[in-house]
């Protein structure tokens, strides 16, 4: 009987010391934060679709608000946005952000953005895509790099979101902060 118990007792022991190695060496790989291996900033501008400015919008609601609170819970708005890299809206775009985002607090703006950045120029080709939730009230909000194409082949990293202007529900701005700690 002693014996039996101390075989398990082995063998448990064994087991244990196998999975702690194991699991050390999965997450050896250790990532700096300040050390991205590629990183851009660009400006994401969105301009809604208000049932007149066709020519200008690049954005329209693709639902319309819930009446659970005052904060377009459930609006659901699509995207095909340009990003510039510095400030203005007039500047040529070296991307687009095709996506969604929808509002999804009821009791203060919040939203969750889904969307593709999109690259064809003779700087860069391929996809970035990026999800996560954009907390409006914070003064910046990390959302998360999933995945790549092309030039940016599975890549994965953390594009950081500022607020830069907001014009009621006509335009808006936003700084994207993008930092890829996977490159190959
Ligand atoms: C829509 O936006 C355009 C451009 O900003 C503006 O001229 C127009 O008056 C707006 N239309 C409505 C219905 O708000
Ligand atoms: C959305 O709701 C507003 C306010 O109730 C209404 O004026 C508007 O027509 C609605 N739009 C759509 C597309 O249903
Ligand atoms: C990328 O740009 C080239 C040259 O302007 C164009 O021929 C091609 O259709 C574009 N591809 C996409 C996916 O937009
Ligand atoms: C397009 O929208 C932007 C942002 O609201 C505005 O500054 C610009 O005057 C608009 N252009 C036209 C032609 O409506």
């Not at 699991?23 to 250790?30: E, I």
């Not at 007149?52 to 919008?57: E, F, P, S």
């Not at 009446?67 to 609006?75: E, R, S, Y």
Request: with cysteine.
């Amino acid at each position: 009987m002693a014996s039996i118990v101390n075989k398990h007792y082995v063998f448990f022991f064994f087991s244990l010391l196998i999975l702690h190695t194991f699991s050390t060496n999965v997450h050896s790989k250790t990532l700096d934060k300040n050390k991205p291996c590629k990183r851009f900033v660009l400006y994401y501008h969105d301009i809604l679709f208000n049932g007149t400015n066709t020519a200008n919008a690049t954005s329209a609601a693709a639902t319309n608000s819930t009446n659970l609170g005052n904060f377009n819970f459930g609006k659901i708005v699509v995207f095909d946005d340009p990003m510039t890299k510095d400030d203005h809206l007039l500047s040529p775009p070296v991307a687009r952000a095709q996506g969604f985002y929808f509002y999804d607090m009821k009791d203060e703006f919040n939203a969750w953005f889904s969307y593709t950045l999109i690259f064809n120029s003779t700087e860069h080709k391929g996809t970035i895509n990026i999800m996560g939730a954009d907390m409006i009230a914070e003064e910046t909000r990390d959302l998360s790099v999933v995945g790549g194409t092309g030039d940016f082949f599975m890549t994965r990293g953390i594009a950081t979101f500022r607020g830069e202007t907001i014009q009621g529900f006509s335009y808006f701005r936003l700084r994207m902060d993008i930092k890829l700690y996977e490159c190959y």
